[in-house]
C-alpha cells in the first residue's frame, strides 16, 4: 500500500503521518509539503528517518511538484494540505484560494492521470456556516453549504471540485469534515494552543467578543483514526462529518486553561470580535458513527491536563515558532483588535 499524505508537516497531517508510520497502515508514505509558515518538520521528529516514509517538499499548486509525489502504483492520497487559520483568511484571502481551490483541483487531475485508486479529501465542518446558539439542531451530511469566512468559502470550494471529479469523472473520492481539533503540535495561532502557551508565559489571553461562541472540540488522534476509517470503509462519493459531542463556549475553554495552570483568570481579556464570527458549531456524526464504526473518545475536560502537560514539555517547539515570523502576524493581529 503507497500513500500521498499532503500538508503532512501541519498539525492534523503530522499525527496522521506519525500514527501511520508507526501503527504500519500502509508500506509507503510520501510526505507533501511546501513547509509554509505552519508546516514543520519537526512534527514528523517523533517518527525519525526510516524506511516506510519520505518527504517532499512541494507546492500543490505547482503540478511538476504533485507529479514527482504520485506515481502510477500510488494506492491513496489523503490530502491535509491548506491554508487553515480563519483569521488570515480575512486579513487575506488570496492564499486560501490558490491553495485549497486551485491545489486541489491540480491533486485531483494528477490523481486521474496517475489512475489513483482512493482520493481522501479533510474538510471542514465551518463549509455548513453557523448555528443558532439557542437551538439544538446540528451539522449533518445534507446541511447546505452556507460558508461564512474566505476559509470556509474555499474549503467549500474544494468539496465542491472533489465530488465534481467523483461525478464527471468516476474518481474515487471520500470527504471528511471534522469540527475543530485539539491536540499536541498545534501551530500556537489557533485559540487552545495559544492560550495555553500564553497563560503559560503570563501574557493576556485575548478572548473575542463575549466569549459565548461555541465550538465542538475531537482530539486530533480521534480525528486522523476517522480519515482512516473514510479510507477503508467509506463509500465513494460520500461526505462523513466527525464531531465530538462536545461543545464548549470558548470563554468556559479559557477558564479551565486559566484554572488549570493557576494563573490569574484576569489574563483573559474581551478583545474585539472577529468579523462575521461564527456563534456556534456543532456536528453530528451519526453516519461516521453507524458506516465507519468510527466514535470519539473521550471529550476534551478529560484530555485538556495532558494536553497542557505537552505543551509545558515542548516548550522549545512553541517558542521557537513563536520567536520566529510568527511575531509579525501577532502584532498585527492582536494591536489591531486591542482591548
Ligand atoms: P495546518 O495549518 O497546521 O497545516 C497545513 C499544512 O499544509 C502545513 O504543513 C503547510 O505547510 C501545508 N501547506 C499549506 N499550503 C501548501 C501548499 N500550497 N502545498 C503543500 N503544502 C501546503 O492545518 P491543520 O490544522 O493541520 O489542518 C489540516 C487540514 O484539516 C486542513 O485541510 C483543514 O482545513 C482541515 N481541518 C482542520 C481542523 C482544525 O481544527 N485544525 C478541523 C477540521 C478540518
Ligand atoms: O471547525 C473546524 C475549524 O476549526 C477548522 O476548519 C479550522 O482550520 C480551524 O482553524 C478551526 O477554526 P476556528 O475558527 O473555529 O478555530 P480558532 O482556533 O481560530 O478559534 C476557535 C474559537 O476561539 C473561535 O470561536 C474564535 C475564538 N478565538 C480564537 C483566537 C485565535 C478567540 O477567542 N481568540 C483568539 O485569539
Known sequence: MRWVVTGGAGFI???FVRTAVTEGWADHIVVLDALTYAGNLENL??????????????????PADVEAAIGSDTDAIFHFAAESHVDRSILSAADFVRTNVLGTQVLLDVARQRGVKRFVHISTDEVYGSLALDDSARFTETTPLNPTSPYAASKASADHLVLAACRTHGLDAVITRCSNNYGPYQFPEKFIPLFITNALDGTPLPLYGDGRNV???VHVDDHIRGVYRAWKHGRSGAVYNFGGDCE???????????ELLHVDPALIQRVADRPAHDIRYATDASLAKKELGWIPGPIIDERLPELISWYRDHRDW???IKAGAYRDYYERMYGRRGS
Open 318 to 320: 512553541w517558542q521557537n
Open 45 to 62: 521528529e517523533p517518527i525519525g528517518y526510516k524506511d516506510g516514509w519520505e518527504f517532499i517538499r512541494g507546492d500543490i499548486c505547482n
Open 248 to 258: 464548549r463556549a470558548n470563554r468556559d475553554i479559557a477558564a479551565r486553561i486559566v
Open 215 to 217: 465550538r465542538d472540540w
Open 13 to 15: 497531517g503530522s499525527h
